[in-house]
């Protein structure tokens, strides 16, 4: 059972503008959110976290927040590029000895940015 | 990235033959990650190292074996492979926190 999700499978926005990627999870002890860059052929890359203390990070055009009692994030790119055309896998960890450093991936979203 | 390379990067094989990919890392982290990646299910990980000899499974182990017998090399075996099987399989490498992950490019394996 996917205990992250992301409900997008593909999102298109025009240059420019901005992209909002959606994630929602259901593991309550998860205490630290990531996203996660792919191109095609290539491993994915790290891109932005958040941990569960804070409701928002920012870093140059990405910002992510975070809303625990909804048990959702979201990422935002301001403004969008074409280089931003990949998929972005959202994933969380859990604090526990057991959970940590071992990350649960939801299933990507596709962000396809048109001139 | 150069310090984690996966091999084969493609592998075509026969249903019930046996298969082993192989993850090289440079950067002499603790831990070590396989994970597959499929269509509507984003990565799963099947099993992890977390030192030379120490392994433990994932999420999707069944069908899978894994074996570290050197900090960097961590290596995943389908005893017999199936056609469910046919994956992206990434490797990752990390210090221990899970923002240190650094993947592999993958290697596309098809069972037919």
């Known amino acids: 059972d996917q205990q992250v999700k992301q409900n997008s499978p593909s999102l298109s926005v025009q240059e420019g503008r901005i992209s909002i990627l959606n994630c929602d999870y259901t593991n309550s002890m998860f205490d630290y959110f990531l996203w996660y860059k792919k191109y095609p052929a290539e491993g994915p890359t790290f891109l932005i976290s958040?941990?569960?203390?804070?409701d928002k990070n920012e870093d140059g055009r990405f910002t992510v927040f975070l809303n625990k009692s909804a048990k959702h994030l979201s990422l935002h790119i301001v403004p969008s590029q074409p280089g931003d055309s990949a998929v972005y896998f959202c994933a969380a960890s859990g604090a526990s000895a057991d959970s940590w450093g071992k990350l649960q991936f939801g299933a990507g979203t596709q962000v396809v940015v048109t001139p | 990235d150069a310090g984690i390379t996966q091999s084969p990067r493609h592998k075509v094989t026969e249903t019930g033959t046996p298969v082993t990919l192989r993850c090289h890392q440079t950067e002499n982290h603790r831990y070590m990650y396989w994970y597959r990646q499929d269509p509507g299910h984003g990565l799963r990980l099947i099993h992890y190292?977390?030192?030379?000899?120490?392994?433990d499974k994932g999420e999707v182990s069944d069908g899978y074996s894994v074996s570290r017998s050197k900090t960097e090399d961590f290596l995943l075996t389908l005893e017999s492979a199936t056609s469910s099987q046919t994956s992206v399989y990434f490797c990752a490498i990390s210090p221990g926190t899970p923002y240190g992950y650094t993947f592999g490019s993958g290697t596309r394996l098809t069972v037919v």
């Open positions: 958040i941990s569960s203390i804070k």
């Open positions: 190292s977390y030192g030379v000899k120490d392994t």
